[in-house]
Nanobody, 116 residues
C-alpha cells in the first residue's frame, strides 16, 4: 500500500524559508517520479515542482529560483526547499506520485502560511 507522509510545514514571515519532506513507503521509491503540489483556498491544486527518477526537475514559473526539489533514494524521501517565501505561497502542500497506470497517490498535505 502506497503511503506518502508530508512534514515541515508551518508559519513563516515573508522572505523566510521552510523545507518540506515527504516520506514514501509501499513503492520502490527510486523508480518513481515525485511531485509537490499546492492548493490555496478557493483555488485549484497546482503543480509546484517535479523530479523524475533520474533527478531531472521542473518548476512552476511562480517558484523558479526560489524553490528546489530534491530526492534521497536511500531515505525514500523527497524534499522541497522553499526560500524567499511570499504571502502568495500560502497553501496546503501535497506530495504526489503516480504508478505505471497513472493512478495518483497523495499525501495528507501540510499547511504553509506566509505572513506579510
Amino acid at each position: 500500500q502506497v503511503q506518502l507522509v508530508e512534514s515541515g510545514g508551518g508559519w513563516v514571515q515573508t522572505g523566510g524559508s521552510l523545507r518540506l519532506s515527504c516520506a514514501a513507503s509501499g513503492i520502490i521509491f527510486s523508480l518513481y517520479a515525485m511531485g509537490w503540489y499546492r492548493q490555496a483556498p478557493g483555488k485549484q491544486r497546482e503543480l509546484v515542482a517535479h523530479v523524475t527518477m533520474g533527478g531531472s526537475t521542473n518548476y512552476a514559473d511562480s517558484v523558479k529560483g526560489r524553490f528546489t526539489i530534491s530526492r534521497d533514494n536511500a531515505k525514500n524521501t523527497v524534499y522541497l526547499q522553499m526560500n524567499n517565501l511570499k504571502p502568495e505561497d500560502t497553501a496546503v502542500y501535497y506530495c504526489n506520485t503516480q504508478d505505471w497506470s497513472r493512478r495518483d497517490y497523495w499525501g495528507q498535505g501540510t499547511q504553509v502560511t506566509v505572513s506579510s
